[in-house]
């Protein structure tokens, strides 16, 4: 199967020294849940009790990755250089050992202590392979899935540890950036990856729908955004989303706030807002879940939308780029996930051709290089995900791979979108969008 060759006319080129990954986790791809003296997990626990994965599925074997290397990290890291590949590891990707869980997970204050001491393992034991480093990946979703609404692990249903959750994985960063750059000095690079939702209400926005969008992007983004780039919370967040005072230690708002090298940027979708009635929902509309009275969220028809019900919408990760060169002039930043869930599957000839997801990248990283032409300091692209693996609660029901895994035999297929990507990383540029799709 061919796919459109870029660099020809009307190609949106990326700047000569741009860095192009695929980026997966270790809990969704590696399987050997109790190998080489591995103790139980979260999503170990999380996974094996009933009712909580859709199909009682678990990342016991998942892609089996780690059992494909000897020493695993090293060698794969080996491996990957051996190939020009330059690895950028992320330290915790949602699997916190089940043993720091017991003593109270993200709500207490000693994981975040913990977690600066893996951090310094790590660096110690790899930092001659790696130099850029993640410290946390989503910490939004860590907080409000894990600790809030339980849907994830380790299911824990509490607004208080939710909000002593948010401040601890944002101090857990800021601890382990300074034993990153203590292990390796001068070497490492440091940075987090937040998921970022632009809140979008198109049109004029009548007051509570205004007050809505100030509300929602405060409890998404801000809430960790502030922190980070300006060293504090945002009033206009929900108080039950704020880490109350008690929590926060002299001296932990300069930890959180000590520069970054990067920020890494994972998107999806944004939320729309408009004025309704969360007491009478039209099709398509949900309670908007600031809590706020005559708003609504909902999805424009106008957008498709994934298998996952997520808004495909590019525009909204041009808007996140340019909000954050305004934000944090000058700090590189990374997309350190996007991509898309599909319905694929194999066809007769054997190959995956998921048209859908070729779009769906073409789409975003076309928004991608126009960022970086209206000033974004864009200096990667990482896409969600390398292969097929364990979607959290969906289990293995939702495939985001560009390569294909048959889970019953680990047989890899790379689909029509790896073809497509490694076209556009060839080319360093994303061939011009098809009129209609501008
Ligand atoms: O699979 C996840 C990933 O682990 C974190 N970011 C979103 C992806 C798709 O849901």
Same mark, same amino acid.
């Given at each position: 199967m061919t796919t459109? @060759?870029?660099? &020809?006319?009307?190609?949106? #080129?990326?700047?000569?020294?741009?860095?192009?990954?695929a980026a997966t986790a270790a809990y969704q791809i590696e399987g050997a849940a109790d190998a080489d003296g591995k103790g139980p997990s @979260?999503?170990? &626990?999380?996974?094996?009790? #009933?009712?909580?994965v859709r199909g009682g599925d678990t990342g016991d074997i998942a892609c089996d990755a780690y059992h494909r290397g000897l020493d695993y990290y090293r060698a794969l890291l080996d491996k990957l250089a051996g190939r020009g590949i330059a690895a950028a590891a992320t330290l915790y990707h949602w699997d916190l050992p089940q043993a720091l869980q017991d003593e109270g997970g993200w709500a207490v204050r000693g994981t975040a202590e913990r977690f600066a001491e893996y951090a310094a393992i790590v660096a110690e034991a790899l930092g001659d392979r790696v130099t850029r480093w993640i410290t946390v990946n989503e910490p939004q979703v860590v907080a409000s899935h894990g600790y809030r609404a339980g849907t994830h692990a380790p299911g824990v249903r509490d607004l208080a540890a939710a909000a002593a959750a948010t401040h601890h994985l944002l101090l857990g960063h800021g601890l382990a950036v300074q034993a990153l750059r203590a292990a390796a000095p001068g070497r490492a690079e440091a940075g987090i990856a937040l998921d970022l939702h632009p809140v979008l209400v198109p049109g004029d926005g009548a007051a509570p729908v205004e007050q809505a969008r100030l509300v929602t992007d405060a409890d998404l983004n801000a809430l960790f955004l502030d922190p980070l780039l300006h060293g504090a919370y945002p009033d206009a967040a929900q108080p039950h989303l704020l880490p109350p005072d008690v929590l926060v230690a002299p001296g932990d708002m300069e930890t959180i706030s000590q520069p970054l090298d990067f920020l890494g940027v994972n998107y999806y979708s944004p939320v729309y807002l408009r004025a309704g009635d969360p007491g009478d929902l039209r099709r398509g509309e949900e309670p908007a879940r600031c809590g706020l009275p005559g708003v609504v969220e909902y999805r424009p028809d106008s957008l498709e939308r994934t298998p996952m019900g997520w808004l495909v919408d590019p525009d909204g990760l041009y808007d996140v780029l340019l909000r954050l060169a305004k934000d944090a002039p000058g700090l590189a930043l990374y997309v350190t996930e996007n991509g898309c869930a599909a319905e694929d599957y194999v066809g007769p000839d054997g190959a995956v051709n998921d048209i859908e997801r070729v779009s769906y990248l073409h789409k975003h990283l076309a928004a991608?290089?126009?960022?970086?032409?209206?000033?974004?300091?864009?200096?990667?692209?990482?896409?969600?995900?390398?292969?097929?693996?364990?979607?959290?609660?969906?289990?293995?029901?939702?495939?985001?791979?560009?390569?294909?895994?048959?889970?019953?035999t680990q047989r890899r297929i790379p689909k029509a979108s790896a073809r497509f990507y490694a076209d556009v990383i060839r080319a360093n540029a994303v061939p011009a969008l098809p009129r209609s799709a501008r």
């Open positions: 459109a @060759v870029p660099g &020809t006319d009307g190609a949106l #080129p990326f700047p000569d020294d741009f860095t192009w990954g @979260v999503w170990d &626990t999380f996974s094996h009790t #009933p009712g909580k991608a290089a126009r960022a970086i032409r209206d000033g974004a300091n864009l200096a990667g692209y990482y896409v969600w995900s390398l292969l097929d693996n364990f979607e959290w609660a969906w289990g293995y029901q939702k495939r985001f791979g560009i390569v294909f895994v048959d889970f019953g």
